[in-house]
């Protein structure tokens, strides 16, 4: 076997393992553990989103400390995981304690033990899904070939991420309308309400409370009826991210079409 066809067998078996967990969260904190263990340098990795407005969150972590890093470049705006979310490919940070391109960033997780870091995007054809960013103790310690190394398991990475976010995403909408059938059932018994009026006065509360549909149905079927809109004015402070289904007003009837 040559070495190029030991590696594409390598990382074959690599993309089973990360396509073995169904669900997103698993399979993106096994994306993070084995980042550490295939590419040599890395110490501490952690998994960067893009949310809606422009906003990045750490949903997977090996470490506190790689968590942390991830936090306060979000904090100051700056540093080459959020460069990679939103500029180019990949950013390498050979040394934190003098790179000047993150001078309020670098230093500060250089105190915390941080030498190097290569921050590595994640995306598809569509689009750029976060940063995968790869956190070494010592300084200058990723070379080219684990540049290489990172940006193929990278590739292999967003293809389970993808997958996984599919399923999820399917899961969540098939529970939602049931949710929500759950939700007009009880309207429709409680009020006398045909099942499209129920729908209705649903998607008029979600849209009044700018709350989604299904959290608006989920209150209705714990409180067995309409909730006083006061009751439901807290969901409103939930972030929203975008995997998540059902925006203000907008979630599909359970019948298949919204009612006109």
Excluded at 171 to 179: D, E, G, P
Aim: net charge negative; hydrophobic share 40%; glycine share 8%.
């Amino acid at each position: 076997m040559t070495q190029d066809q030991s590696a594409a067998a390598f990382f074959a078996r690599v993309s089973q393992d990360l396509m073995r967990e169904q669900e997103e969260a698993p399979t993106l904190q096994r994306v993070a553990e084995r980042a550490v263990e295939i590419v040599g340098p890395v110490d501490h990795c952690g998994i960067s989103l893009r949310r809606r407005r422009r906003r990045v969150e750490t949903v997977a972590s090996t470490s506190d400390l790689a968590r942390q890093c991830d936090l306060l470049q979000y904090e100051l705006g700056e540093g080459p995981c959020l460069e990679a979310v939103w500029d180019e490919s990949s950013y390498l940070c050979p040394d934190t304690r003098t790179d000047r391109r993150w001078p309020r960033w670098g230093p500060r997780v250089a105190e915390a033990g941080i030498g190097s870091v290569l921050a590595i995007r994640l995306s598809t054809d569509k689009e750029s899904l976060g940063a995968l960013n790869l956190y070494a103790v010592e300084a200058g310690a990723f070379t080219q070939d684990d540049v290489d190394l990172a940006l193929i398991y990278a590739a292999h990475a967003t293809n389970a991420m993808s997958t996984a976010r599919l399923v999820t995403g399917l899961t969540t909408a098939v529970q939602s309308r049931h949710l929500i059938g759950v939700a007009q059932g009880i309207l429709m018994n409680h009020y006398g309400l045909g099942m499209q009026d129920a729908f209705e006065v649903l998607r008029r509360y979600s849209s009044q409370a700018n709350v989604k549909l299904r959290d608006i149905a989920q209150v209705v079927v714990d409180a067995g009826g309409l909730p006083d809109m006061h009751d439901v004015a807290h969901l409103r402070t939930e972030a929203s991210t975008p995997e998540d289904a059902g925006s203000p007003g907008e979630t599909e009837s359970p019948t298949g079409t919204e009612p006109g």
